[in-house]
């Protein structure tokens, strides 16, 4: 496992042609950035590592969720690392009310045994609502640098920028 990795995510909304926002929220609540989502939209979120990569296990919210390898096989040696994806749905989510937040929990594994936490902010709106939900800026994605901590087999986020 290299000690030092860079890892984007990025979401968009499963039809590809419309993606989802965001805003800056200072220091009012637990993150700076805060993710816009309409609930029972299914979403794609993607993972690209670098340098390349294995994720065995991704949970969201609790939850095992299948990853597809979309590019960089695992014989491959891409500057551009490995990228996975899997999809994400809000339905269930309950709205979020005004002056609230809810927390998206990704838990990552790596190869070796190798642990990531990341944590999304987001608020969550109704089926169809675009004078909220998509007030703000696109995201494009968003990059972390980080670090692991070899006395603990875990990865640490060190700098997080949202585009």
């Not at 926002?21 to 816009?36: E, I, N, S, V």
């Not at 597809?68 to 990228?83: F, H, I, Q, W």
């Not at 594994?109 to 999304?120: A, D, P, R, S, W």
């Not at 800026?137 to 920028?161: F, G, R, V």
Request: with cysteine; proline share 4%; charged share 30%.
């Amino acid at each position: 496992m290299i000690p030092n990795l860079n890892m984007s995510i990025r979401i968009f909304k499963v039809d590809g042609a419309t993606p989802i926002h965001m805003k800056p929220d200072g220091k009012r609540f637990q993150q700076a950035f805060t993710l816009k989502l309409n609930k029972d939209t299914d979403h794609v979120m993607a993972f690209n590592l670098r340098p390349a990569t294995c994720i065995r296990k991704l949970m969201v919210n609790g939850e095992l969720h299948k990853l597809e390898l979309v590019k960089g096989k695992a014989n491959d040696e891409e500057m551009d690392g490995r990228t996975y994806r899997t999809l994400f749905t809000t339905k269930g989510f309950e709205l979020t009310k005004s002056g609230k937040r809810r927390e998206i929990l990704i838990l990552i594994e790596l190869e070796n045994g190798v642990y990531m936490k990341v944590t999304l902010q987001c608020k969550v709106y109704a089926p169809g609502d675009k004078s909220h939900a998509q007030w703000g800026d696109k995201l494009s994605m968003i990059d972390m640098n980080c670090s692991l901590d070899p006395a603990h087999n875990y990865i640490t986020i060190l700098k997080e920028k949202y585009l």
